[in-house]
């Protein structure tokens, strides 16, 4: 088996997506800055979702990536791309690091949105991950003791558990600015753990 087929076999997730050729490039723009905001992986453009290589015009598709990371991503990411060879079809491999900044993607209606790598899914970042992102990026210290708001709160959370943060606002009697800071500082110390799908977004303790 070669190294391709290799790659293939492990099946899409969080690293890897494939594409059986590229004809949205806002799509496309969505899929990289998931992978430079999460941990990085690779497009393989030319392969079908059920894995059967198809193949693909490396030149037109390198044209098609340069231009969705140009006009749809900011700041603009950075890949490296290789092509491969299965018998007579080419595949290309788009390779995303992760990166040190946060990027953004045009989504709905035209506007910039953040998204972010969740399984093999690509997902619009919500509003508690993106304050996540501001503490990582500027950090905020954990007290060796919680006060009885924060203490209650997480009680609340392991009580509810997996619990929406619309529920949270209703059951916390907080204000909705007060619940989004707590949810968001309590992830970011790992006390909260946040699991994002395509349906909803839910909280608990984190193990």
Same mark, same amino acid.
């Given at each position: 088996?070669?190294?391709?087929?290799?790659?293939?076999?492990? !099946?899409? !997730?969080?690293?890897?997506?494939?594409?059986?050729?590229?004809?949205?490039?806002?799509?496309?723009?969505?899929?990289?800055?998931?992978?430079?905001?999460?941990?990085?992986?690779?497009?393989?453009?030319?392969?079908?979702?059920?894995?059967?290589?198809?193949?693909?015009?490396?030149?037109?598709?390198?044209?098609?990536?340069?231009?969705?990371?140009?006009?749809?991503?900011?700041?603009?990411?950075?890949?490296?791309?290789?092509?491969?060879?299965?018998?007579?079809?080419?595949?290309?491999?788009?390779?995303?690091?992760?990166?040190?900044?946060?990027?953004?993607?045009?989504?709905?209606?035209?506007?910039?949105?953040?998204?972010?790598?969740?399984?093999?899914?690509?997902?619009?970042?919500?509003?508690?991950?993106?304050?996540?992102?501001?503490?990582?990026?500027? !950090?905020?210290?954990?007290?060796?003791?919680?006060?009885?708001?924060?203490?209650?709160?997480?009680?609340?959370?392991?009580?509810?558990?997996?619990?929406?943060?619309?529920?949270?606002?209703?059951?916390?009697?907080?204000?909705?600015?007060?619940?989004? !800071?707590?949810?968001?500082?309590?992830?970011?110390?790992?006390?909260?753990?946040?699991?994002?799908?395509?349906?909803?977004?839910?909280?608990?303790?984190?193990?």
């Amino acid at each position: 088996m070669t190294e391709l087929l290799d790659k293939i076999k492990a !099946g899409e !997730g969080l690293h890897l997506d494939f594409k059986f050729r590229l004809d949205d490039q806002k799509k496309i723009a969505q899929t990289l800055v998931a992978f430079a905001n999460a941990v990085g992986g690779s497009l393989l453009i030319g392969v079908k979702d059920n894995g059967k290589v198809s193949g693909i015009n490396p030149e037109e598709e390198c044209y098609m990536i340069e231009g969705a990371a140009d006009l749809y991503t900011k700041p603009r990411v950075q890949f490296k791309t290789k092509v491969w060879q299965e018998r007579h079809h080419l595949v290309l491999e788009v390779i995303v690091d992760k990166s040190k900044l946060k990027h953004k993607a045009i989504g709905e209606e035209s506007k910039w949105h953040s998204f972010v790598r969740v399984d093999d899914h690509t997902l619009v970042g919500n509003k508690i991950l993106k304050k996540v992102w501001d503490f990582e990026k500027h !950090g905020v210290n954990r007290p060796e003791k919680f006060d009885k708001t924060t203490s209650d709160f997480i009680q609340l959370v392991r009580n509810l558990a997996p619990v929406t943060i619309s529920t949270l606002y209703r059951k916390s009697n907080l204000p909705m600015k007060k619940v989004d !800071g707590l949810l968001s500082v309590l992830v970011f110390w790992n006390v909260i753990s946040m699991d994002m799908s395509e349906v909803s977004t839910s909280y608990c303790l984190s193990d």
